[in-house]
Structures are given as C-alpha cells and as structure tokens.
C-alpha cells in the first residue's frame, strides 16, 4: 500500500492504495472522488522520494499501466479537467473551487449542483448500492479475524503484494488518519519489511520500534500463533551453526 493525496479544484483527501493498482482502476476511482471523466483528465504524479514527476495527458488510453508500481513513498496526484463544458469545471467557475469560499457539511449536502449530489446521482463510490454492500461484508470479514487475533502473540502477515512476513501483534483498532471505520493491525515486524516505526503522521499506534520494523495491515492478512517462530534467512541451514 502507498499513500495518495489526490488533489483536485473540488477534491483534496488522502487515500492509501495497492500499489499494483492500475491505471484504469485508479482513474475510476479518480472520478468517483473528483467527478472528472477519465477521458477529460490530465494527471500529474508528484513523487515524495525524488523520481521526476509524471504527466499523463490521456491516461484512459494507456489502462494497463501502473504508475504507483516501486514506489516506496507517498505520492500526490494533481488531476485536471481539460473539458471546460464539465460539470466540475463549471462548479469550480461558479464558487466550488474558491479556497475562501466554505460551506458547511449541511448547506453543502443540500446543494443540487454540488460533486456530492453528483455522486448520489449517478451511485458512485460510497453510494453505489453494491460497493456499500461489498465494504460492508469486508468490515464483517475483518471482525470476524479480529475475534481470532490476540495482541501481544507472534503472528504471520500475508498480503498479495508482499511474501509472508511476521512478527508480534502490537495494536488492533481504528486509524483515525484514514478513517473511523475500518479496524487495522498493528505489526511489529522481525526484519525491516515494514513501512513505519509504529506511528503514523506523528501518532503513536504502538512502539516506536525501528524504523521500517512496523507497519498496519488489514486483520484478514493477519494470523497468530506461536508457531509463526522468526523466517530463517535464505543463507541460513539447519546444518550450519
């Protein structure tokens, strides 16, 4: 997983994704978050550990790509609308993209020509009838794992982007930073596999532990057990002391 902050005149949220996710996934759920159409966008990649930046004028024509692939650090994605006939653009022209110009949640959710009545509309994300029910069977799932899990046991991490890896089971709760919904585990890994120390934009979830030896995974990806003893080295033998 990779941090995304996804900005955009109407839109700037913070989100964490596969970073396998492809470009035509992304950019659905690019629009799903800024109402722009993935044919009018104009995507620009600001990379926090240093790679140059990246521009994609077109992005639905190259949807294989993976353009979060090897990054080990947090990204922004700066989408434009290059369709100046578009709904957003025109919210943006009308006041919705004025930075000193704020509504309240309420006025906001009572306005007709607002992204979030857009949404409602058309069902996208969080109020498409089969995501809420798919996000909802999840949370269920990760209950039902987290009544399994005991904080303080060895345990066993795996995830379809990253071969087993364990450690202790230091934390299992909410993250307020994502949102205040879903339950994460927090691991404290045996070798620097990880992604964090135990904190998370200057909170401390569990630890501190060395840098790189913590991180937080979804309670599904997570079983203890103390027979989850240390991995052995690819250069270690049981018939060399």
């Known amino acids: 997983?990779?941090?995304?902050?996804?900005?955009?005149?109407?839109?700037?949220?913070?989100?964490e994704w596969n970073v396998n996710i492809t470009?035509?996934?992304?950019c659905k759920k690019l629009q799903a978050l800024t109402g722009v159409s993935p044919s009018d966008m104009?995507?620009?990649f600001e990379f926090e550990d240093?790679?140059?930046?990246?521009v994609l004028e077109h992005p639905s024509l190259d949807p294989d790509?993976?353009?979060?692939?090897?990054?080990?650090?947090?990204?922004?994605?700066?989408?434009?609308?290059?369709?100046?006939?578009?709904m957003a653009n025109q919210l943006q022209s009308s006041g919705g993209g004025d930075p000193s110009f704020k509504?309240?949640?309420?006025?906001?959710?009572?306005?007709?020509?607002?992204?979030?009545?857009?949404?409602?509309?058309?069902?996208?994300?969080?109020?498409?009838?089969?995501?809420?029910?798919?996000?909802?069977?999840?949370?269920?799932?990760?209950?039902?794992?987290?009544?399994?899990?005991?904080?303080?046991e060895r345990c066993s991490v795996c995830t379809n982007s990253q071969p087993e890896?364990?450690?202790?089971?230091?934390?299992?709760?909410?993250?307020s930073d994502i949102n205040n919904l879903d339950i994460w585990c927090g691991i404290e890994f045996d070798c620097a596999v990880g992604k964090?120390?135990?904190?998370?934009?200057?909170?401390?979830?569990?630890?501190?532990?060395?840098?790189?030896?913590?991180?937080?995974?979804?309670?599904c990806n997570v079983e203890t057990g103390a027979q989850f003893v240390p991995l052995k080295e690819e250069n270690e033998s049981d018939e060399e002391l």
Request: aromatic fraction near 6%; proline fraction near 4%.
């Open 165 to 175: 890896r364990r450690g202790y089971l230091r934390y299992i709760g909410k993250i």
């Open 50 to 54: 240093g790679k140059p930046l990246k």
């Open 196 to 219: 964090n120390d135990g904190t998370l934009n200057g909170k401390v979830y569990f630890g501190p532990v060395e840098a790189k030896h913590g991180g937080f995974v979804k309670p």
């Open 42 to 44: 104009k995507l620009t």
């Open 65 to 86: 790509l993976c353009p979060l692939k090897s990054i080990s650090h947090g990204t922004r994605i700066v989408v434009q609308d290059t369709n100046q006939n578009s």
């Open 103 to 152: 509504l309240s949640e309420e006025t906001y959710a009572q306005r007709k020509d607002s992204i979030l009545n857009w949404k409602i509309q058309n069902r996208w994300g969080r109020f498409d009838p089969e995501t809420k029910a798919r996000q909802e069977n999840d949370r269920k799932l990760q209950q039902q794992r987290v009544n399994q899990l005991e904080v303080g």
């Open 23 to 26: 470009l035509n996934e992304m």
């Open 1 to 15: 997983m990779v941090k995304v902050t996804v900005i955009s005149p109407l839109c700037s949220v913070t989100k």
